[in-house]
């Protein structure tokens, strides 16, 4: 990780800026590729402009926000007007109508062909980085805006104005990158935050769940279990400490060191009450998905479930995934629910703009706090793939395709067991129909957290054929109300809730599907780009 880190770095150095900057600009603006591009070392620092921003990782984080599973309260980072559906052209709405890393991959695979390498295999392997690199921007900006153009190269502005690709277009230049990357990757990275073979494949299996493509899917995910590389981690928590950073669960992510390349957006997630904003949370929503530890569902029969303590005899992921109120949190009860606490005004529930509008708080990658030396400096590393999400992409592409098996419960037991959840009830969830709730709930709790809700509530359909979105994020998203009980010993009952009150109320119609395209970009392209249809 930290040779990747020190040829970031120096890259920087060398261009005497940053490299998106750098590389954001026509060659013949900065320095000549007949200057720069002579040796495999050079190819080495520039494919770090590739990488440099590459995965979304503010996404990672915010998506959520843009789901029913989280919120945004404040307006100008972006994801706010998206979970809303209040959406525009012109507002705060997450940009990534961009081509700037597009245009990077674009140079470095045009430039890198007169180089040299001593093996074949080594030029092949960063080809195949940054193919994979393109086709996961392509597969961002096409899920998000429903079809952009496809840019090989150009060399001036005039020549990238062109009209939009079709969303199938876009889709087969994904796969057709993806398929040409894959055999040309080493098997296994050659050190962290490198793409190897488990990174393409693990795109592949995302891109082609979310457009239907389930063989496509399940094969994708077939191949990464074939690797023989990654397993479930035995702690679910585990996963999102800074002790967990290499197991063996994790395909890829972005990568951070505290002193050379800090990940400071943390920070922005605590309460504040810990000298946070609250920038992004999870909401009652998320937690009313949780099954209870008996594997029943909080609407069934003899669950259990207790409105009042609403956070008890949970899936255990839940604890793991959000903190809540009353749980044990840096030595102290964790308290959002009272206005005043000892008589004094309660920093997480005082009005501010920083306290968490949802009462709760994110647990992935914040806890514990004491992990960090500082919060506003830190070497988190968010997941961009994991084991998990494909071992739950196989069993869903496999029951859309064939229904139920034994080879589908099998992986949704590993799942499960690794927190201590049941296995599933097989005579309950015996049909298609049925085990598709399951594996959907399953994904969702699972997956709470780090970025992939609203892409799942977009390409999930009901029986009518609507989008579950149309269903979860119409209507007033709400916030629990009640107080702590100091004398109450299980963390999961001092919560007492008594009501709920209103954060915002919430639309979404069909065409929020797509965000709405940044106007700016219209203007630069009025003649080839049109808007997206409700915008």
Same mark, same amino acid.
């Given at each position: 990780m930290k040779r990747l880190l020190v040829y970031m770095l120096s890259g920087m150095?060398?261009?005497?800026?940053?490299c998106s900057d750098f590389l954001d600009t026509a060659p013949l603006d900065a320095l000549s590729p007949a200057t720069t591009w002579k040796t495999e070392g050079d190819?080495?620092?520039? @494919? &770090?402009?590739?990488y440099d921003g590459w995965a979304d990782e503010t996404g990672i984080l915010y998506w959520d926000c843009a789901s029913d599973f989280g919120f945004n309260f404040h307006a100008h980072e972006?994801? !706010?007007?998206?979970?809303?559906?209040?959406?525009?052209?012109?507002?705060? #709405? *997450?940009? %990534? %109508?961009?081509f700037g890393m597009i245009r990077r991959c674009n140079d470095f695979l045009k430039n890198i062909e007169g180089v040299e390498?001593? $093996?074949? *295999?080594?030029?092949? $392997? @960063?080809?195949?980085q940054v193919k994979t690199i393109r086709a996961y921007q392509y597969? @961002?900006?096409?899920?998000?805006?429903?079809?952009? *153009?496809? &840019?090989?190269s150009y060399e001036t502005a005039d020549e990238a104005k062109v009209p939009r690709n079709t969303v199938e277009e876009v889709k087969k230049f994904i796969y057709d990158e993806l398929d040409e990357a894959v055999p040309m990757l080493n098997d296994a990275p050659k050190a962290s935050g490198y793409i190897a073979k488990g990174t393409a494949l693990a795109l592949k299996m995302r891109a082609s769940l979310f457009y239907a493509d389930?063989?496509?899917?399940? $094969? *994708?995910a077939k191949a990464i279990m074939d690797l023989g590389q990654y397993e479930l981690d035995p702690s679910f928590e585990n996963l999102f400490m800074v002790a967990g950073q290499n197991s063996k669960e994790i395909i890829a992510a972005v990568q951070h060191d505290e002193n050379l390349y800090s990940n400071w957006m943390i920070a922005t997630m605590y309460n504040n009450g810990d000298g946070g904003w609250s920038s992004m949370v999870p909401t009652q929503n998320l937690i009313d998905t949780y099954e209870m530890s008996n594997g029943l569902t909080k609407e069934e029969a003899g669950s259990g479930y207790d409105a009042t303590h609403p956070f008890a005899n949970r899936d255990p992921r839940m604890a793991m995934t959000v903190l809540y109120p009353g749980m044990d949190w840096n030595g102290e009860v964790l308290n959002t629910l009272d206005k005043e606490i000892n008589g004094k005004s309660n920093p997480n529930n005082n009005g501010a703009n920083n306290c968490s509008k949802t009462r709760l708080t994110w647990a992935k990658y914040l806890a514990p706090m004491s992990q960090y030396n500082d919060v506003w400096s830190t070497n988190c590393q968010p997941i961009i793939f994991r084991y998990a999400e494909v071992l739950l992409s196989y069993a869903e592409a496999e029951n859309e395709l064939n229904g139920p098996s034994a080879e589908v419960y099998?992986?949704?037991?590993? &799942? !499960?067991? !690794?927190?201590?959840?049941? $296995? #599933?009830d097989q005579n309950k969830y015996g049909s298609k129909e049925t085990l598709r709730e399951l594996i959907r709930r399953e994904r969702s709790v699972e997956l709470a957290g780090e970025g992939l809700r609203r892409q799942d509530i977009i390409r999930w359909t009901d029986a009518s054929g609507k989008m579950v979105a149309e269903t979860v994020l119409n209507g007033p998203l709400k916030a629990i109300t009640g107080t702590i009980d100091p004398n109450e010993t299980d963390p999961t009952k001092r919560a007492v809730v008594t009501g709920s009150e209103l954060v915002e109320e919430r639309v979404f119609k069909p065409y929020h599907r797509?965000?709405?395209?940044?106007q700016s970009a219209i203007d630069k392209n009025k003649e080839q780009l049109k808007q997206n249809e409700g915008y």
């Open positions: 150095a060398l261009f005497g800026t940053s190819a080495e620092k520039f @494919l &770090i402009g590739c972006g994801w !706010r007007e998206i979970g809303a559906g209040t959406m525009s052209s012109t507002g705060n #709405v *997450a940009n %990534y %109508y961009s390498f001593s $093996d074949a *295999a080594k030029k092949n $392997d @960063l080809i195949g597969f @961002l900006m096409n899920w998000l805006y429903g079809g952009v *153009a496809i &840019i090989d389930y063989q496509l899917a399940k $094969d *994708a099998g992986m949704l037991n590993q &799942i !499960r067991n !690794r927190v201590g959840m049941p $296995d #599933v797509y965000l709405p395209i940044p």
